[in-house]
C-alpha cells in the first residue's frame, strides 16, 4: 500500500508555527499507529532558500511532482494586505486541478482563494482576516465562526491551534478514528474537536485544575450508562445551568450533544478495530439499540455504521479484527 503524500508549499517569511504543526502531524513517521504512515515533504516555492519567520531557513528542493501529490499544506500567508506570491498561487491551482485535497491553515485561505479554488465554497480563516477575505473575495462565502471547514477536496481552517484540528480530522478521514484519537493523546491536545465549533470561545482543552477536565475523563469512561446533563452536574456538584454554561464556554456544545459524539467517535473506533456486532456497539457505546446507533451514526458520519466499517477496511487495507 502505498503512503498518502502530503506535501506543505512554503514561501518566504511564512510564520513557523503554522508551518510546524503539518510537520508534527504528518511528517513525524507513526509506524505504530499506521503503517505506512504518510510521505511528507516541505518544498520552498521559488528557487533561492526560503526563510520562515522567525529566523529558520529551509533550502530549495529539487522539485516535486504534484501527479504524486495526494494533500497540499498551504500554512499561513506572509501578509493578507499583499498579493500572495503568484508562483505559490500557480502551485495551488494545478494541484486543485489535478485533483489533490488541499488544507489551508489560518490565513493560507487568501493564497487558495487567489487561485480562486474557494469561489463558490464555504471557508474559513482566522476570525480577525475573516472581513478581509470577504472583502477581497466576494465569491468566498466565509464562515468566520467555525474551526475548519470542509468543502469536497478543500479544507480551510481558523487560527492555529484549529490547524490541529485540521490536521487531526484528515488523520481521521485516512486512518480512522482510533489512529487519530491515538495521536492527539501523544500530542496532549483533545482528540477530537468538530468543524463547527466555535472560534472565539474554549481553551485548547480544559485545565488540570477545572472540574472539568475530570467530569470530562470521568464521562468518556461511562458512555455505555443513560447519562443525563443532570447526571453529569451531580458528578461534578454543581448546577446543570453551570455546567451548560461550561460546557459551551470549552467546547462550545451542549453536554448531551457532546456525549452524542463523543458515543459516535466511540462506535467509529469499534467499526475499526473489531468485528462486534452493531447491537454490542450500540449498548457498550450507551445508544441502547442498535436502530438509535445507526440513526445519530447516519446524521453525523453521513453513511450506516457497516457502510462505514466496510468503507474504513477497503480504503486502508486493514483485515477486521476478530
Known amino acids: 500500500m502505498r503512503a498518502h503524500h502530503v506535501v506543505m508549499a512554503v514561501t518566504a517569511d511564512m510564520p513557523v508555527f503554522e508551518a510546524a504543526v503539518p510537520c508534527q502531524v504528518f511528517g513525524v513517521d507513526r509506524p505504530h499507529l499506521a503503517d505506512p504512515w504518510y510521505a511528507f515533504s516541505v518544498v520552498p516555492v521559488g528557487s533561492a532558500p526560503v526563510r520562515l519567520s522567525p529566523g529558520f531557513t529551509v533550502d530549495p528542493a529539487d522539485g516535486f511532482d504534484l501527479a504524486t501529490t495526494d494533500t497540499l499544506v498551504v500554512p499561513a500567508c506572509t501578509n493578507v494586505h499583499d498579493d500572495p506570491p503568484g508562483e505559490l498561487v500557480d502551485v495551488v491551482r494545478e494541484a486543485y486541478e489535478r ?55 478543500v479544507i480551510t481552517s481558523a487560527g492555529t491551534v484549529a490547524g490541529i484540528d485540521a490536521c487531526l480530522h484528515l488523520v481521521r478521514v485516512d486512518h480512522g478514528a482510533a489512529v487519530a484519537a491515538e495521536l492527539a493523546r501523544r ?62 464556554e470549552v467546547l462550545g456544545l451542549s453536554p448531551l450533544r457532546w456525549l452524542l459524539r463523543q458515543r459516535v467517535r466511540r462506535a467509529q473506533q469499534f467499526l475499526e478495530t473489531s468485528d462486534r456486532s452493531i447491537s454490542w456497539i450500540a449498548t457498550t457505546c450507551g445508544f441502547g439499540a442498535a436502530a438509535n446507533l445507526r440513526a445519530h451514526f447516519a446524521r453525523i458520519v453521513g453513511m450506516s455504521p457497516s457502510a462505514y466499517r466496510r468503507g474504513f477496511h477497503e480504503r486502508t487495507g486493514e483485515p477486521i479484527a476478530s
Open 99 to 153: 485533483g489533490c485535497r488541499i488544507l489551508s491553515i489560518c490565513s493560507g485561505a487568501f493564497i487558495l482563494a487567489a487561485a480562486g479554488v474557494l469561489d463558490g465554497r464555504r471557508a474559513t480563516t482566522h476570525w480577525l482576516h475573516a472581513d478581509e477575505l470577504s472583502r477581497r473575495y466576494p465569491a468566498v462565502r466565509v464562515d468566520p465562526s467555525v474551526l475548519y471547514v470542509e468543502d469536497a477536496n
Open 187 to 248: 500530542l496532549v491536545t483533545p482528540p477530537h474537536r468538530e468543524g463547527g465549533q466555535a472560534q472565539y470561545h474554549r481553551p485548547a482543552a480544559p485545565t488540570s485544575g477545572d472540574w472539568l477536565a475530570p467530569l470530562l475523563d470521568w464521562a468518556d469512561e461511562h458512555l455505555h450508562l443513560p447519562l443525563s446533563t443532570a447526571d453529569l452536574a451531580a458528578r461534578a456538584n454543581v448546577s446543570t445551568r453551570t455546567l451548560e454554561r461550561r460546557f459551551a
